[in-house]
């Protein structure tokens, strides 16, 4: 998949996942508002009360009736007597994007709140954003009509309309659309807004695709004047980041002219944050693989074999590390409690813990090794006198062994720390042992010529270690005179052991036969006495 593709993916998210699942669109004007903390009796809605008057006036402009929303209009003012329909339709679209009621504060009372300080005909419901950044109060005030009272928004609120509406960023465009554009759709949004963001989006993600390559190349000619490598190898593999952050600003700025509704804006400024977080984070995945891949080539690293055999497994670890971070921190940023959630994971992680033993048991002993480091990467290893070969990789579950028939051979690290295994890559210098089995009949002045001269033979080559050569006549066997051969070849390379080896024994050979003495091969000789006759 193209770095495009991917940032176009996840920029739909933001479209796609802005609007909280299961919301009832307008009607439930459900809000941002915390649960009451004590239980209340429920009190009937009264059909004369601000709540029922406002539940109507957003159950008809959301069915594009805008002449039945404009029944909840004092239209008293010579201006907006004959404007009706339009300013319902206005102040509909002013309380959707700017001012979301919660219904269940409202009263449910014919003479509505008489405890909130004002006339007890007049009702506040809040304040808008008008002309010049002024605040404009929102109220319903009480008539009587055909007898019986109506709550209705009042007239010194309906004259401010214009005001309120033209303050939305995106008035213009609302002003002109037909009206089969104006009819919501899911989660609460109109037909245009859900076009604007399927053509704004993907925008926002072609505009970081382009913008990250120039930007990336920036940074490139910034960190080109440092002497370190980390910043080089991190601005390389940062492209997919950068691309990310760019699209969110870009969609951020671009949404900024679409007033959407307040949850559902709410929603998708969390949603923005989080992808800035998930990009974030990414970029500490980049950080550690950056330095996984320049600490092995620093001085640092090249002074400290055996630690630099731990930053694979060290690379792992951090990296499951940061993902973890990056969750809560994303969990977080949409207002869940992380405490809470933790403290649900500490129980939880009882039942898990009991049900992934061995799974647990081999992260523990991949932390074993890299702690106690009984073999690096590319070390040769006999494990429990079995399996035989090279350590190609140290996982967090398994270490992988590849043998001398080239298949690969998975042990659980569980396991492997519990199992005796025979490193080879530790040696400073590799046993050379034999036997030297001559003939019966060979003299004693021959035995010492062979023994002398091997001797000589072996302390003589530059890479013996001289501390210790042991050429000795050991015992007299079934069919032999043997004489025991041992010494250490300072190298750690075996196909170089095996050349000096083979020399050595050559040589062994040429002293046996200068000294007129010979091999021997298992025999037996069998003595007949013959008897006597009686």
């Not at 002013?94 to 509505?112: H, K, M, Q, Y």
């Not at 190298?491 to 040429?510: A, N, P």
């Given at each position: 998949?193209?770095?495009?593709?991917?940032?176009?993916?996840?920029?739909?998210?933001?479209?796609?996942?802005?609007?909280?699942?299961?919301?009832?669109?307008?009607?439930?004007?459900?809000?941002?508002?915390?649960?009451?903390?004590?239980?209340?009796?429920?009190?009937?809605?009264?059909?004369?009360?601000?709540?029922?008057?406002?539940?109507?006036?957003?159950?008809?402009?959301?069915?594009?009736?805008?002449?039945?929303?404009?029944?909840?209009?004092?239209?008293?003012?010579?201006?907006?007597?004959?404007?009706?329909?339009?300013?319902?339709?206005?102040?509909?679209?002013?309380?959707?994007?700017?001012?979301?009621?919660?219904?269940?504060?409202?009263?449910?009372?014919?003479?509505?709140?008489?405890?909130?300080?004002?006339?007890?005909?007049?009702?506040?419901?809040?304040?808008?954003?008008?002309?010049?950044?002024?605040?404009?109060?929102?109220?319903?005030?009480?008539?009587?009509?055909?007898g019986r009272g109506q709550w209705v928004f009042?007239?010194?609120?309906?004259?401010?309309?214009?005001?309120?509406?033209?303050?939305?960023?995106?008035?213009?465009?609302?002003?002109?659309?037909?009206?089969?554009?104006?009819?919501?759709?899911?989660?609460?949004?109109?037909?245009?807004?859900?076009?604007?963001?399927?053509?704004?989006?993907?925008?926002?993600?072609?505009?970081?695709?382009?913008?990250?390559?120039?930007?990336?190349?920036?940074?490139?000619?910034?960190?080109?004047?440092?002497?370190?490598?980390?910043?080089?190898?991190?601005?390389?593999?940062?492209?997919?980041?950068?691309?990310?952050?760019?699209?969110?600003?870009?969609?951020?700025?671009?949404?900024?002219?679409?007033?959407?509704?307040?949850?559902?804006?709410?929603?998708?400024?969390?949603?923005?944050?989080?992808?800035?977080?998930?990009?974030?984070?990414?970029?500490?995945?980049?950080?550690?693989?950056?330095?996984?891949?320049?600490l092995p080539t620093t001085t640092w690293g090249?002074?400290?074999?055996?630690?630099?055999?731990?930053?694979?497994?060290?690379?792992?670890?951090?990296?499951?590390?940061?993902?973890?971070?990056?969750?809560?921190?994303?969990?977080?940023?949409?207002?869940?409690?992380?405490?809470?959630?933790?403290?649900?994971?500490?129980?939880?992680?009882?039942?898990?813990?009991?049900?992934?033993?061995?799974?647990?048991?081999?992260?523990?002993?991949?932390?074993?090794?890299?702690?106690?480091?009984?073999?690096?990467?590319?070390?040769?290893?006999?494990?429990?006198?079995?399996?035989?070969?090279?350590?190609?990789?140290?996982?967090?579950?398994?270490?992988?062994?590849?043998?001398?028939?080239?298949?690969?051979?998975?042990?659980?690290?569980?396991?492997?720390?519990?199992?005796?295994?025979?490193?080879?890559?530790?040696?400073?210098?590799?046993?050379?042992?034999?036997?030297?089995?001559?003939?019966?009949?060979?003299?004693?002045?021959?035995?010492?010529?062979?023994?002398?001269?091997?001797?000589?033979?072996?302390?003589?080559?530059?890479?013996?270690?001289?501390?210790?050569v042991v050429v000795r006549f050991s015992e007299?066997?079934?069919?032999?005179?043997?004489?025991?051969?041992?010494?250490?070849?300072?190298?750690?390379?075996?196909?170089?052991?095996?050349?000096?080896?083979?020399?050595?024994?050559?040589?062994?050979?040429?002293?046996?036969?200068?000294?007129?003495?010979?091999?021997?091969?298992?025999?037996?000789?069998?003595?007949?006495?013959?008897?006597?006759?009686?």
């Open positions: 998949m193209s770095q495009m593709t991917r940032s176009t993916i996840l920029l739909a998210l933001v479209s796609v996942c802005s609007l909280p699942a299961g919301s009832q669109g307008l009607l439930g004007r459900i809000g941002a508002a915390a649960p009451p903390e004590s239980v209340t009796v429920a009190v009937p809605v009264d059909s004369a009360s601000p709540r029922a008057a406002l539940q109507a006036f957003f159950t008809a402009t959301h069915a594009n009736d805008v002449e039945g929303a404009a029944m909840f209009l004092d239209l008293s003012a010579p201006a907006a007597s004959t404007r009706g329909p339009e300013l319902a339709r206005r102040l509909g679209a002013v309380l959707d994007s700017r001012l979301w009621i919660d219904l269940e504060r409202i009263s449910p009372l014919a003479s509505g709140d008489t405890e909130d300080g004002l006339p007890r005909d007049r009702e506040l419901i809040g304040e808008v954003v008008g002309a010049g950044k002024r605040m404009v109060p929102v109220r319903l005030a009480r008539q009587v009509r055909d009042s007239s010194v609120t309906v004259v401010q309309i214009d005001s309120m509406f033209e303050a939305l960023p995106d008035h213009w465009v609302r002003e002109h659309l037909p009206p089969t554009l104006r009819i919501n759709g899911p989660f609460g949004l109109q037909r245009w807004q859900w076009l604007a963001l399927l053509i704004l989006l993907p925008l926002s993600a072609i505009i970081g695709f382009v913008l990250a390559g120039p930007l990336q190349a920036v940074l490139k000619k910034i960190v080109s004047r440092t002497q370190t490598d980390f910043d080089d190898a991190l601005v390389d593999s940062a492209h997919g980041p950068i691309t990310l952050l760019v699209g969110v600003v870009a969609s951020r700025v671009l949404l900024r002219w679409i007033a959407l509704p307040g949850p559902a804006e709410t929603f998708v400024l969390d949603l923005q944050r989080a992808f800035i977080v998930v990009a974030v984070f990414w970029i500490l995945l980049r950080v550690i693989g950056a330095l996984q891949e320049v090249t002074s400290h074999s055996a630690l630099r055999s731990l930053i694979p497994l060290g690379g792992r670890m951090a990296r499951l590390f940061v993902l973890i971070i990056g969750l809560l921190t994303v969990v977080a940023s949409f207002g869940y409690p992380i405490a809470t959630i933790l403290a649900g994971l500490g129980i939880g992680g009882i039942a898990v813990a009991l049900g992934a033993q061995k799974s647990l048991e081999h992260f523990f002993g991949s932390v074993s090794i890299g702690i106690d480091q009984p073999f690096r990467v590319g070390d040769w290893v006999i494990v429990d006198g079995t399996v035989e070969g090279e350590v190609e990789a140290i996982g967090l579950r398994s270490t992988r062994i590849r043998t001398l028939e080239r298949t690969l051979v998975s042990i659980p690290n569980g396991r492997l720390a519990e199992t005796r295994t025979e490193n080879f890559g530790h040696r400073d210098r590799i046993r050379m042992r034999t036997k030297i089995a001559l003939e019966y009949g060979t003299t004693a002045v021959q035995v010492a010529q062979v023994r002398d001269g091997i001797e000589a033979l072996l302390r003589a080559h530059e890479l013996t270690w001289t501390g210790r007299f066997s079934d069919s032999s005179i043997d004489l025991d051969v041992f010494c250490w070849i300072v190298t750690e390379d075996v196909d170089e052991f095996r050349r000096i080896r083979e020399q050595h024994y050559l040589g062994m050979m040429r002293i046996v036969e200068e000294a007129g003495a010979s091999f021997a091969f298992p025999t037996q000789t069998v003595h007949l006495k013959g008897g006597t006759k009686g």
